[in-house]
C-alpha cells in the first residue's frame, strides 16, 4: 500500500502513469506588459513531466483577473502561441498539463490593472496584509461590485479562456475556485452581499464551470476549491453547507476532477468524498511543504485518488522518480520563487544530473 501515489490512475478522462499532480504555482515570470508567458517555461514544465499531471501557474482569463507582476494571460493570440510552446514540450516528454484559470478578484491592486479598480461580488476591502505589485508591497484598495452583467461576462470570459487553452495544447483547463480569489470570493457569505442571484453563494461557481464545460467538455475541466480556507481575508461561517450544495450541484456533470484543498477546521475531504463519484485530488496547504507521507495516508485512507504536491516540485522537477527511489529530496530557494529568470526555476538538476 506505501506506494500507492505510484500506480498508474485511469478514469473515463485521465489515463495517468502516477497519482502525483504538480499543484499549481505563480512563478511570476511571464512578460509583465503583454502577459505572454516567459519561454524558459517550456524547460521548467517540461522538466517536471515525469508528473502523473502538470496543473499549470494560475493564469488569467480576463485583464482585470491578473494578480501581480509576471502573470501569464489566456486572452490573446500572443499569449495561446506563447502557451503553444510550453504545451508542446510537455507532451514531448511524455507529460500532460492542464491550465489554471485564476481570477483574482479583489486581490489585486490598479497598478496592475492599468489603472483600473478591482472587481469582486462586493465591495469588500481587505485590511490586513498589503499586496505585492510592480511597485512593491502597497495598500489594498476598496474593489468595485460587479454588475449582474459583467458578472455573466466574467463567466464567458472563463470560457473563452478555456477554448483558448484547448487551441493551447492544453489537455484541459481548472478552474480556480479556491485560496480566497474571485470565485470563492462568491462562496464565502465574508465577501458576498450581493442580492441578485449571484447572492445565492454557489450560483457564479457553477454558473463558471456550467460555461467552460459547455465550451471544451467535462472531460478537460477540473475544480479547484480550498473550503473553509482563511486565506485572503475569507470568512465562510458554514462552509459545509456551502460545500456540499456546490459538490451536489456539480457532480452529475462528470468533470475530469475535484481538487480539494483542505486547510483549516472544516474536514473537506472526508465531508466531501462520499459526494463525489468522480476523480478526486487533494492538497494540503500548511505552512511546511507536504510530505510524501502525508500524501500517501490520504490515498491510503480512500480520501482522493490523486495527490498534488507544490513546493516540493520547485526544486525536484523529477520528484516521482525520487519518491520511487526514496532519493533525498532538495530544499528550494525562498526568495527565487516569484519573478527573475533560471536561476532557481529552471536549474533544479535532475537526480542523475544531481548525482
Ligand atoms: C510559489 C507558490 C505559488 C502558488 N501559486 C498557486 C496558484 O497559482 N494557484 C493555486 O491554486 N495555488 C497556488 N499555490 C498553492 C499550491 O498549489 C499548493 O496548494 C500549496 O503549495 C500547498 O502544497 P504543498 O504543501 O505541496 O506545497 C502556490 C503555492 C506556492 C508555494
Redesign the pocket.
Known sequence: MANDLLKPYESDHLDLPNRIVM?????GRADDATAVPNPLARDYYAQRAGAGLI?S??IFPAPLGKGGPGIPGLTGDDQVEGWRGITGAVHAAGGRIFA?L?HVGRMTHPVTLGGERPVAPSPVRITGERIFTRDGLLDHVTPRALTTAEAEETIDAFAAAARNAIRAGFDGV?V?G??G?LIQQFLADGTNRRTDRFGEPTRFAIEVVEAVVAAVGAGRVGL?I?PGNPENEIAESDPATTYRALVRALAPLGLAYLHV?ERGAYEALADLRPLWPGTLVA????P???TREAGEQVLNAGLADLF???????ANPDLPARFATGAPLAPYAGHL??GGGAEGYTDYPALQAAR
Open positions: 499543484a499549481p504555482m505563480t512563478r496543473v501557474e494560475g489554471q485564476w481548472e480556480h479556491a485560496n480569489y479547484r480550498s484543498i492538497n494540503f496547504n500548511g511546511e511543504p507536504t498534488s504536491f507544490g513546493r516540493l516540485f520547485i520563487v516569484y
